[in-house]
């Protein structure tokens, strides 16, 4: 049989809703809780059935998914995006015969409250707040659960502290040395649990401290340094944490040439770029661990 | 001559750079200040030699109005969006005898300080923070100068205290009544100044208090009557401002229907739709005061 | 009574339903008719009531607004954008007392068939085109019926044919001046008819060639020359047009430096930056006619 | 030694210029061509030294590739995305000893030539067109050269020839069978090849045809089918191609119930909602070949 000759068969494949927006309020008096989540849901398991002959037998359809997002929200509530997802993998796992892996997605918007003085002792209203989105990824194959968190849009900025030389200087390259630069990014972090419970909540505020504070004072050298420290300082000090892998845009912060007007530019005035940017990229991990996150946590 | 054949003329005509996005640091000692602004000029005035015949002879070019921003962020510092948007547009129509009018927009991002334990007395780095984006709009004709201000993104929602019903019901009316609802906004707003100096930080941080509080205090009967409360509001109590337009997108949260899965949704869980959504848009003034601002603050 | 003791009045308002998402099939035997449209409804009155004491009396809801549009879209079918929306402008405003002018607007979405040889005479298959997104609005207020049509996203090079020398040289310039550059830009145009019926869809597309052949054609000294030159050219060439508004982002495609390198740079390799940009817009008008569309046709 | 005191290690890494957009002019006379491409270059290798202790020593630096992109569409011109790809690749891999694996993402965007009766022979003027990207993928280790092509945001819809069925129907389904229903989706795709050297952009066409074809005439009783048979006729009629992963949002199209108009829906007026959305994904590969696309094609 020739090479072009071998027929098609189907590889790995998924399926469920994706970006279900559910909004969880919890009463207590006049005091409002309110829990705000995108969640994707991606089902895999013995479908060739629907991919050749188009028959639906095996298939919970992604409107169900969606329908038993809003369920779960009333009936378990929403403790956090970590347990609301095993929640939901399981089920899918344990209910279907034909699903054999369950794969949930979440991303949680923050709000912090409004404290309006003539609100009384009323606790219900809101305000979006911070720039950065938490994430969630719950995995469950039947046997194993494996738990990813993170976030993104997470946009940190040193004005001093950073240097930039002893590269490599080959025929293309035009770029001057720095010994104080401007370092700015946008932190788009994602951590696997080495275990399946825990404080999530409290688990996410601290690895996302440790993020902050390790950009903030490490003294850097190039930002694959800077990178580093936060991913080792995650690991040395939040145990439950096996592995992390970070994605770090460069956001640009270009001196600007001020001299062709008579004025001089002492790290003063900097021009933002968009595009194009470095990007830096690299997975930290615990001694011994098996890497777990995809390489690929941008689009691009 | 026949109405067709009436020639083509030049109507209202502006040039300028977009988007110049300046970041300006500050050091004291080791204590950094930081600017971050994206700056866009937009020239008037005796134009009708390159349009109609390509001549630049009276063309400030957009390249310079960049580079105009960059040398004055250096040489006046941005005291604020909006002082720093005065000396621009004063500048241009000052220097230029062509240019009769400058109206100079901007958007102010927020930073807030990283404390970490390990950056001892340093204070240099910076975390974005913050949904929404503070905006500026000065205009200077050579005698007027006119300073509007506002807000755009900023997310608010109310879990209760919030009904809807009693209005007209025609033959294409379908909506359920609702006494207790989930109200929610991403508040866009612009308001102008009566006066062309003040503390332009203040004002901006006690209009945006009044304006959250407005929303978190007022129980509506519509989004109409909780958008003229934080208009009035704004009026009412920052003698300083003359006029404020708002426009309020219904970020619709909808009940989920639970009932086919045997289960009661005592306003727990709620779905979230993005469009279409209801728009409502209004101006509120000091009696007397002359319109201003325009209509249109969504381009829709 | 002070200045700032006056107090507030309610100025103008405007309410509906924004980016209903309204596709039409229509079936001609085996061969489909598809149009895809956003319809956007603003409605304005004697909306006091509700905006000062949160009375819905005189309130036809958003929801409402948004059936109507449905429902239309099946009694009357949609002949043209601009039919679909007079249609919705005159019911809103002859059917509500409170109503005295609805503004409407829709993005309408392109497509074209795909001709695939095993469908047989069966011609239901479509695909998206183009890059560009045609709009319309309507707005009727009981008397006067405004038809604007426009086009938005349409972007267009010119690789050669352009010039850029002459401007005026202040403190502040540093730009070098050309005779052979890049020209790019994304039109972004509206048009205001200057009669109430006509071939809509024929209007369009000849408006839209003769922007595509005026930029194509036009030897340019600037972009303003070439802004002038695309809008008179609608003037002069189609009567039923009595204004047209155009608003030109500058594309800049920058000459790569690569003399670094060892290598000439023959005007055959550009950068494109995406911020800042220039920003040139102009109203080209009928002589004699009535200015009437906005100057702001983006949202900075 | 305890769990959590295993220290912490560098796991994959890469790293390097993403989005440089440069345009190609290349000029036969006063006919012109023109390639627009955004190159995203990632390296990989012997990266310790400045994650671990930030020297620069083995870094090429992201300045320098962007340099290098430009070069190298000068020096080599720009034949395809493929083979600008390639040459890049291996470039860096062969010219930096410390770089072991490069991988180059490419988005190439479409343009048509604007003919306009005033230009003569001249033919330098172009419009964006169609409303997908085409994307390319190169990775060289120094050995194997991989190539991987795609294209994303190609949106289409067939407005019969659909009908969903004979799913499961757990407690938590509420979805209405249909034998008649609008079947539309977003095609995101990336194929591999299986050879290194072909007309690739007879490759890109070839394949995008088929996909169009395909999903044009494959009667649907599922979205999964409708994958396998796109998937399965590109890997039957195209040899080159070895492996295809589609990921095929449901773009839902949902009736409108026009029976409280006292109308009836003969499959004539349909809303588009955003999200949620069914994610249906899977790859289609040649029998016997290694699956080498990422599962994940969309970042969500």
């Known amino acids: 049989m020739s090479e072009s000759a071998r027929p098609a068969v189907l590889g790995q494949n998924q399926y469920g809703k994706a970006e279900t927006r559910v909004v969880r309020i919890t009463r207590d008096g006049a005091v409002h809780h309110l829990k705000d989540l995108s969640v994707s849901v991606a089902l895999s398991g013995r479908m060739e059935e629907v991919h050749l002959r188009g028959s639906n037998t095996h298939v919970l359809t992604t409107d169900t998914t969606k329908n038993t997002v809003f369920a779960f929200a009333k009936q378990h509530g929403i403790a956090s995006a970590e347990e609301f997802g095993i929640l939901l993998a399981r089920h899918f796992v344990s209910s279907q015969s034909a699903i054999s892996t369950a794969r949930i997605r979440i991303e949680e918007y923050a709000w912090e409250r409004v404290d309006a003085p003539g609100c009384g002792t009323a606790r219900h209203s809101f305000v979006r707040s911070g720039q950065e989105t938490r994430t969630a990824q719950i995995t469950f194959d039947g046997e194993r659960l494996e738990i990813v968190a993170g976030l993104k849009g997470l946009?940190?900025?040193n004005s001093?502290?950073?240097?930039?030389?002893?590269?490599?200087?080959?025929?293309?390259?035009?770029?001057?040395e720095t010994t104080d630069r401007v370092l700015a990014t946008e932190v788009n972090a994602r951590w696997r649990y080495g275990r399946t419970d825990a404080d999530w909540d409290a688990c996410y505020r601290g690895t996302r401290e440790l993020l902050l504070h390790a950009f903030a004072e490490t003294y850097s050298y190039s930002l694959q340094q800077t990178l580093y420290a936060m991913g080792s300082r995650v690991i040395g000090q939040r145990p439950e944490v096996e592995e992390i892998r970070l994605s770090l845009p460069n956001k640009h912060h270009f001196l600007v040439d001020l001299a062709p007007f008579g004025l001089k530019n002492d790290n003063e005035v900097y021009y933002v770029a968009d595009r194009p940017y470095g990007l830096i990229e690299a997975t930290v991990l615990r001694e011994g661990a098996e890497p777990g996150i995809p390489v690929d946590l941008t689009n691009l």
Chains 1, 2, 3, 4 share one sequence.
């Open 155 to 157: 946009v940190v900025l």
């Open 160 to 176: 001093t502290g950073s240097e930039f030389h002893g590269y490599i200087k080959d025929r293309y390259t035009t770029l001057k």
